[in-house]
């Protein structure tokens, strides 16, 4: 804990920028694993990192409300949609081809996001999808937040559900997209002053309005789910820079775009940090 407390202090300095981010080792990457995911382990004993897999779900604080999760969990609001997303899945381009004939090209759902060696960049599904179809002659999807793609990533990534986390931080330059979502992580911002790291690691398990924070641990291996809150706007579906940039409203910090470095970077963290713990796509969500 005191590490993670350190690293809280030092991101809120560092974060000015990419000249900021400092090598790390992979050997360092593997310490902070174990040192998260001992943190939560710890705070919730009655829990096994798989269970961390359902969210805010799956703490103890949240007992009240898990049944009627299960519950809803049983004949999901999502499985019409989920129908619709497998159609799509396969739904030829004007070149007969369609997404099923990309699947060899992408990454199983639980290694992402993916470091290109190429380009120096991070891949995504969702950046992945938008590929394909350009490949193949077809638009790209410009909402990535919400609607089509955030169905149609579920139904990928669903294809994996029960596959532990496996993102791969070995290449030095997976390593700088690691240490520039972990200085996100810890740094404050925005009026509110906070970090990811104050409501979902320090604060996991508290309330505050009535809700329960969720844990660190566990973030983004249910994504993209189906929110009640976004559901009454009439847009259920979020990806998990979505969620990002909700998180980046309410502490009144200026937002990033979805796909952008920022969000991909986080991600990209998060997922190492979720090492082990099994996919489980996609969720329910309050």
Known sequence: ??????????????????????????????????????????????????????????????????????????????????????????????????????????????????????TGDLRTVEGDINACLKANGEEPIKNTKNGKMARLVAHYKSQFNGQEMAVDYSDPGAQAWYEKGRQFYWAKRGQLNFSCADCHVHNAGNSVRGDVLSAGLGHGVGFPVWRTKWQVAGKPWGTIHRRYGGCNNQVRAEGFSAQGEEYKALEFYESVMNTGVPLKVPSLRQ
């Open 1 to 118: 804990m005191k590490k993670l407390v350190s690293l809280s202090l030092a991101a809120g300095i560092a974060l000015v920028g990419a000249s900021a981010v400092q090598a790390i080792s992979e050997a360092e990457i593997k310490k902070d694993i174990e040192e998260f995911q001992g943190f939560f382990l710890k705070r919730f004993p009655g829990l096994t990192l798989a269970d961390f897999q359902d969210g805010v779900n799956a703490l103890p604080q949240y007992g009240e409300r898990r049944a009627n999760w299960e519950i809803n969990m049983e004949f999901p609001q999502f499985e019409p949609e989920m129908e619709k997303a497998a159609k799509e899945w396969t739904e030829p381009f004007k070149n007969g081809k369609s997404l099923a004939d990309c699947e060899a090209s992408m990454a199983p759902a639980q290694t992402y996001p993916v470091f290109d060696a190429a």
